[in-house]
């Protein structure tokens, strides 16, 4: 049951252009949404995240869009450098039930930016 | 200021051998988090724990896994006979306070190969 997904194993984008990576989910109660950077035998490092009461959050160039009706949220990445380059894990927690620090995280796209 | 260590980073071990797998929080951080990243899937909450006390441990199986945080050292994942399916990379996250809000800072794994 994945309830966090995204459907793209990978994407290649040139440098200098947007990369556009895709999430979505199915569990209603989520409303904290965070994206991770990982590169090959290192562990996730926080990018940016979103409030569910909030459809846009942007960090330098990095922007995260969120549509709740829809179930998804989008990080936009522009200009794209080749130092992007790495796995992107989209994750979402619950702030009800108490477990708010349960992230549930989906299986990652690899982003590869080409010089 | 030292991130969150883990080791060993590497961990062989032969069917029905016992791993154990240590982790060390940021300075400052009395909450830890372990996760397990199957190949090809997405890191899975297994455990949290905070000093002397497990939160939740909801994620990890009912047999053979137990973990710790002891009042002094670092918080230890113990999986007991293991079998191949344990193959995997363990990472360990540690926080300042609780909740997805409050930055996890996550460890560089440690990847265990069941042979």
């Known amino acids: 049951d994945q309830q966090v997904k995204q459907n793209s194993p990978s994407l290649s984008v040139q440098e200098g252009r947007i990369s556009i990576l895709n999430c979505d989910y199915t569990n209603s109660m989520f409303d904290y949404f965070l994206w991770y950077k990982k590169y090959p035998a290192e562990g996730p490092t926080f990018l940016i995240s979103i409030s569910s009461i909030k459809d846009k959050n942007e960090d330098g160039r990095f922007t995260v869009f969120l549509n709740k009706s829809a179930k998804h949220l989008s990080l936009h990445i522009v200009p794209s450098q080749p130092g992007d380059s790495a796995v992107y894990f989209c994750?979402?927690?619950?702030?009800?039930?108490?477990?708010?620090?349960?992230?549930?995280f989906g299986k990652g796209t690899l982003l590869t930016v080409n010089p | 200021n030292a991130g969150v260590m883990q080791n060993p980073r590497h961990l062989v071990r032969r069917r029905g051998q016992e791993a154990r797998l240590r982790c060390s929080p940021m300075?400052?951080?009395?909450?830890v988090y372990w996760y397990r990243q199957l190949p090809e899937e997405g890191l899975k909450f297994m455990v949290y724990l905070q000093k002397e006390n497990i939160i939740d441990e909801s994620g990890m199986p009912k047999e053979r896994f137990s973990a710790e945080f002891p009042k002094e050292g670092p918080s230890i994942l113990r999986i007991q006979q293991v079998v191949r399916g344990d193959s995997a990379a363990y990472f360990c996250a540690s926080s300042l306070g609780q909740g997805a809000r409050t930055e996890a800072f996550f460890g560089q794994g440690t990847r265990l190969t069941v042979v």
């Open positions: 994750a979402a927690s619950a702030r009800s039930g108490g477990s708010n620090y349960k992230l549930t």
């Open positions: 300075k400052g951080h009395s909450h």
